[in-house]
């Protein structure tokens, strides 16, 4: 006996709230990267990258805004969508009174993969779904937010020079 859906969802619905819970890690990202700023100051590349990585989430942030009113979405408040798992990644990045800059980064590291896999499920549906410009666009974002990544990466032996320089 097969099993019944409480909630018919369609391909569209399930495209439509990942795209908003994307947003969501978007303008999670763009918070933290707010609220680490100023503790970077030390560590110059990485201060770097932090900018460089706040004005691409807000670009991604746009694009995402754009592609669910493409649909006729408007984007949600954005409290009204951040998930659990973003609130646990958060909490990780400013969970203690003093701010360890190499959890914060592993943190980083953590939920740009998260970004980035996101993503990757944003591209298949849009695929599936015909939308080719869509899958286009979020294969650009994916491609930015992977480059970020190496980028930080490459910055790890510098930060970690620094950070026991400084203890």
Known sequence: MGRTKTTDRSALDIYLGALRDHLSIESKAIETALSELPVCEQYPGLCQRMEQD????????????????????????????????????????HGGETRDVLKNVLAASGYRAHQIT??????????????????????????????????????MPDIVSQYLAAA
Do not use: W
Not at 134 to 141: F, I, R, S, V, Y
């Open 54 to 93: 706040l004005a691409m989430g807000r670009s991604h942030a746009r694009e995402i805004t754009i592609l669910l009113s493409r649909h006729g979405h408007p984007a949600p408040v954005p409290h009204e969508t951040v998930s659990s798992i973003l609130s646990t990644v958060s909490g990780l990045l």
């Open 118 to 155: 996101s993503l990757q499920m944003l591209i298949v549906l849009a695929g599936q779904l015909g939308f080719t410009q869509d899958a286009a666009t979020l294969e650009c974002l994916k491609d930015e937010e992977t480059a970020s990544t190496e980028a930080l990466e490459s910055l």
